[in-house]
Each structure stands twice: as C-alpha cells, then as structure tokens.
C-alpha cells in the first residue's frame, strides 16, 4: 500500500451530524494535505499542513475543518454539511511542502443525505 | 488562475495498441508535470512525472513529453493491458508553490482484452 491510511473508508451522515475523517501516514513525511474529488471534476485541494502548520485553506466553507496534532495525523472535522458537500475526500502526504510527489491514501466517500 | 485541460474523458483501446493523453496548462511558470492513476477503490498512484528541463521520460512502457511552448504535455502507454484500465490524471505546478497540484479532469482508460 502507499504508506497513508484513511479512515473511515465510507460515511454517510445526515445534515446535522457531526464526524470527522481520519487520515495517518507511516513515512515519515512532514507535509499532509486534504483533497475533495467529486464525479467528472478536477481533484480540488481544500487544505495543507507543513509541520503541524496550515500553509493553505483553499477558500473551504467553514463547515470543514482541519486539524493536525502531528506530522503523522491528520483530520477533518465535519459539521452541518450539504448534500453537494458528498464526494470523495483524499488525503496526500509528501516530504515536506516544497516537494511535488504526494502519496495519496484511498479516500473516505461521504454521503450526506 | 491556473487551468489544466485534460483530452479525451474516455479513452478505449484494444489490448496490445498505445494510449495516448494530453494536457494544456495555462501558466508558463509550471514546471513540474505528474501523472497519476486511479485504480477503481484507491486513491492516485503517481506513476510517471517529468520536470520542465526535460522534453521527454520514459519508464517501460509509459512515456511523457513536455512541450514548453505549446504549454502541452502528454502520457503515452504502448502495448497496453487490461490492468492498465484505470483513470489517469495529469496535474501541474510551479516552483513558488509546488505543493499545490493543479489537477486535470481525468481520463478513464478502458483497454479491451
């Protein structure tokens, strides 16, 4: 496997819930990012950590929101969303923020009804 | 800001032919070009990428040119098989901020045995 593990692998949750998503990655990289691919539409980056620090939050409605407590974990905490907000959520990590490469994990996919 | 297009969104080919797909991106100061592909269930394997000093990689039978003026970039596959049935996506980005990939649309890759 890639060495960046998601979980949970699928959700569904309704519009009031609260959830977070879990991502950990085991290769001892410095830099995690969150993506959201929807159907037929570019991968959409929503945030970057680089040490523990957001380096980027890509205009994400405040609904979604991010959290790393170290190098190794990253999470998103999910509150009131709306069903266009279903997608799958991808979450990547590279060496530090200046290196290109990125290893993806596998994706929740998020169902809000 | 940066756009890059992604040609064609389906692709079929018979085993054993080449694959070919293309990129435009729209701004001359990307100088790193990946390609990833998305195995049905997992999240993009980065699977060739090549940087703007160079014209062309080749790693078995997957090859990527670059050409800087035309601001195209292409993945090439010859003698395809059918695990090489995926959707590939081409992506950019620039020096002063090469954590942030700009992804294409995706091409879903169908090779029929």
């Known amino acids: 496997e890639t060495g960046v593990t998601q979980t949970p692998r699928h959700l569904v949750m309704g519009m009031t819930n609260k959830k977070s998503l879990k991502c950990e990655q085991h290769?001892?990289?410095?830099?995690m990012y969150w993506y959201k691919q929807s159907a037929k539409k570019p991968l959409e980056l929503m945030f970057v950590y680089s040490l523990e620090e957001r380096v980027e939050n890509n205009s994400v409605p405040s609904r979604f929101s991010p959290e790393c407590p170290n190098s190794s974990h990253l999470f998103l905490h999910l509150h009131t969303l709306q069903p266009e907000d279903s997608a799958l959520y991808l979450c990547a990590s590279s060496r530090d923020s200046s290196r290109n490469i990125q290893y993806f994990g596998a994706g929740t996919r998020l169902s809000v009804l | 800001g940066e756009n890059v297009e992604q040609h064609p969104s389906t692709l079929s080919v018979q085993e054993g032919d080449s694959a070919v797909i293309k990129c435009t991106y729209s701004d001359s100061a990307s100088n790193y070009f990946p390609w990833y592909k998305q195995e049905l269930g997992k999240g993009p394997q980065l699977i060739i990428d090549i940087r703007s000093n160079v014209g062309e990689k080749k790693d078995q039978r997957i090859a990527v040119t670059l050409n800087k003026t035309a601001k195209h970039f292409s993945l090439h596959i010859t003698e395809t098989q059918p695990e090489d049935s995926a959707v590939y996506f081409c992506?950019?980005?620039?020096?002063?901020?090469?954590?942030?990939?700009?992804f294409g649309s995706g091409t879903r890759l169908l090779v029929r045995p």
């Open positions: 290769l001892g990289h410095n830099a």
């Open positions: 992506a950019a980005s620039k020096a002063d901020s090469s954590y942030k990939l700009i």
